[in-house]
């Protein structure tokens, strides 16, 4: 890469480098062997490095040094076998060696141009000045751009990173790269020729034709210039570190310490080479890692693009399968989620009527109630009245006993809230609502139906409730709908007992647990039931009764199998009369 | 007064609360008050049934409805004025408790003057009756202190009949007839036949 190199004649060098190397052999058992990438050709090489062996030899004595000048593969291969001391290769391929073998920096050339070690090098991308159009890297895209090689550092890699932070991939085949080889200057000429759009050289290669008179400046000009300070060349990419001199890993520490210094210790060649203290190169790592080239190679062929450039045709086949797939899976979501739309509307609605028939019921039990319900309001209310009254005439009459007055008072309270209590429940039964279940005892649910139903009806029989079960036995249900379940069983046993004597009427209320589940049983003693009526007794609009709806029981029946149980009627054991009863599963060990 | 001429009123309410609000009113208004929780209890405790007064009766309670009692002290012969306390009244309701007799029908809630003055008028009714009655047992007895004869006499007598069809009637003489007539007379403290024929038409009412 480094031209303005002194051609020496090969031959010369070559036989001096032998005589020093025979001599060396008589002195020691082995000779350092230093690894040189020769990108150019071996003459080229020599031409840079020539004279390093002599010099180190020189400033590390006891040592001979020996120069192997190998291309990119052969001088990997050479250092994975353990054939080298010391490789001295571009930027890039000294990432990639460190990366795969562990090999250590230990100094950096500098070039005279360069501001220091860290930022010497880089790429200009040029176009011809006439080029309008191009004036930033990314008007490139989809053109013909000139480029060194695929692994050239200032020659390619430095612009490429470029061309990808400006959105243009080249490795991804976003312009099209021709190739043209060393010396750099075919890539000028291809521009020149009308062959390529664009070119990219190493930095300060223009600079240096110009100087010889090569090309003339003014034909060019260079796309998205950047100008770092102190920096005498163009480039349009940052700079980075040049070549390094790494030992490789097996390498003896006094050596590896003996040639850093010396190296350091150089003074600059003739060419102006001169060594700095290893450069860090992070920057150059970064760049692969952006190109996902080098150590980073994987990473392309694990991304989308990369794939999709390798597996084109199959991706391609299984693409069009994977659409295919989603296609009839999105059309079948389609239709389950219309389907089942169209389900869960139609049980909303199924839902509401039910909800709407319990109100129905509900309505129409407080309806058939309402001369008892007018009583039951009635009572407290003329009891109200009647002491109040009773107090306003007891005061006119001129009588002051205040326990008299106190006590009317009291009884006067005491009334309201009888008469607040009869309309808090017959409202809260009768509201519309919508389903509501909690963990409650039964028992509670039964107490308040038989208080319900003592309000509605004053001539309910005495109800006996038996509860056995354990103490803290709680069923998660609806337990107003149980209480409307209750109610309508206890009314019913109740209806069924009118024309008994009243020391004959009692209607049982039985709670006991079978089989993991809660078990209601309402048993009244009225006469016998024909066994015709009793298979009807659950059917919607049938009823014994002469004012009956004969929704009650049917009602009753949804609302049990609503809780998963199921409501059944039996003559009760002994006879007379009927056992309703019901069976409630333990909705919490069921999930 | 004579304490066994003092009005008692009757209460009978299966509501303790109400029954004790009545009791305070009436108790308020001077009146005195008995009271029952049913009315079976009234039928096997009337307390003091010699004095006059009336019945405050609720017409629905569990056990024997109010109208049911009613039917009952017809039966025995009670003769007792009943106001009848109702939370809603239906009309058949009310015609039944009226052909029983009810003195009055009174919806709850009521004002407290309603009742009084229901109360009122039924204790004057029952007061009525009563000297009714007591008049007409007097009449009985002195009927009753007639001969058989003298009976059968004054009953063709008040039926406005002549003498001497009496006597062709009941086979006696003209003579015997003015006899006994002019007996009877002076046992029942009478002096025409249309007197006698109003006294014996007051009697038989009765059913004495």
Sequence with gaps: ?591 | MDKSLTPLLHVVDDDAALRRALIFLLESSGWQVAAYDSAEAFLEGRREPTRPGCLVLDIRMPLMSGLELQRILNDRGVCLPVIFLTGHADVSMVVQAMKLGACDFIEKPFKDQTLLDAICQAVRRDLAQRDENDARRVLCERINKLSPRELDVARLVAEGLPNKIIGLRLDISERTVQVHRQHLMEKLDIHSAAELAQMMLRACQGGA
């Design chain 1, 1 to 591: 890469m480094h031209s303005r190199r002194l051609l020496t004649a090969f031959p010369v060098l070559l036989s001096l480098l032998l005589l020093w190397a025979a001599g060396a052999l008589a002195a020691e058992a082995g000779p350092t062997r230093i690894g040189v990438l020769a990108y150019r050709g071996p003459e080229e090489a020599v031409a840079s490095w020539g004279e390093l062996p002599a010099r180190l030899a020189r400033a590390v004595p006891g040592h001979r040094f020996e120069m192997r000048l190998l291309a990119g593969p052969e001088l990997r291969e050479a250092v994975r076998r353990g054939e080298l001391e010391f490789v001295l290769t571009n930027s890039s391929q000294y990432v990639s060696l460190a990366a795969e073998f562990g090999v250590k920096r230990i100094a950096t050339v500098m070039l005279p141009e360069a501001l220091s070690s860290e930022q010497a090098i880089g790429s200009t991308v040029l176009t011809l000045a006439n080029r309008e159009d191009v004036t930033q890297l990314a008007d490139l895209r989809g053109k013909r751009i000139a480029a060194v090689a695929s692994d050239a550092f200032g020659g390619y890699l430095a612009a490429a990173r470029e061309f990808l932070g400006a959105g243009v991939d080249l490795e991804a085949g976003d312009a099209r790269l021709v190739f043209v080889g060393f010396p750099m200057l075919q890539a000028v000429e291809a521009l020149r020729a009308g062959e390529a759009d664009a070119a990219i050289v190493r930095t300060c290669l223009l600079e240096q034709l110009a100087a010889k008179g090569m090309l003339r400046p003014a034909d060019f000009k260079v796309v998205s210039q950047r100008r770092p300070f102190g920096f005498p060349c163009a480039t349009s990419t940052p700079l980075y570190p040049d070549w390094p001199l790494a030992v490789t890993r097996d390498v003896d520490r006094q050596l590896e310490k003996a040639v850093a210094m010396a190296l350091l210790s150089l003074p600059p060649s003739p060419s102006g080479l001169s060594w700095d203290v290893p450069a860090d190169y992070q920057s150059v790592n970064e760049l692969y890692r952006d190109l996902m080239i080098g150590p980073y190679a994987d990473l392309r062929t694990t991304t989308f693009r990369g794939v999709l450039k390798v597996y084109r045709p199959y991706l391609l086949a299984a693409l069009l399968l994977l659409v295919g797939g989603l296609v009839h899976v999105v059309r079948v979501e389609t239709l389950v989620k219309r389907r089942t739309a169209e389900l869960r509307r139609a049980q909303a609605r199924a839902r509401e009527l039910q909800r709407e028939a319990e109100h129905m019921a509900r309505l129409s039990i407080l309806g058939e109630m309402s001369g008892t319900l007018a009583h039951e309001l009635n009572q407290p209310l003329t009891t109200i009245a009647t002491y109040a009254q009773g107090l306003e005439r007891y005061c006119a009459s001129g009588q002051t006993d205040m326990a008299v007055i106190a006590e009317a008072n009291r009884e006067i309270v005491a009334q309201t809230a009888r008469a607040d209590q009869v309309i808090r429940r017959v409202r809260a039964f009768a509201r519309k609502r919508t389903a509501a279940r909690e963990a409650r005892a039964i028992a509670d649910t039964v107490r308040e139906a038989i208080g319900l139903l003592t309000t509605l009806l004053p001539d309910l029989p005495k109800v006996l409730l038996d509860d056995r079960l354990p103490p803290g036995a709680m069923v998660e249900a609806d337990h107003l709908q149980l209480q409307q379940v209750l109610l309508n069983l206890m009314r019913n046993a109740a209806d069924a007992m009118r024309e008994l004597p009243a020391d004959a009427r009692a209607i049982s209320v039985v709670l006991e647990r079978v089989d993991g589940d809660t078990v209601v049983a309402v048993t009244d003693r009225g006469p016998p039931v024909s066994p015709e009526t009793l298979a009807r007794l659950f059917e919607p609009f049938f009823s014994t009764k002469p004012d009956g709806l004969g929704l009650g029981l049917a009602i009753c029946k949804s609302i049990i199998e609503a809780h998963g149980g199921r409501l059944r009627v039996e003559p009760r054991d002994p006879p007379p009369g009927l056992a309703f009863r019901f069976n409630l599963p333990d909705s919490r060990s069921d999930g």
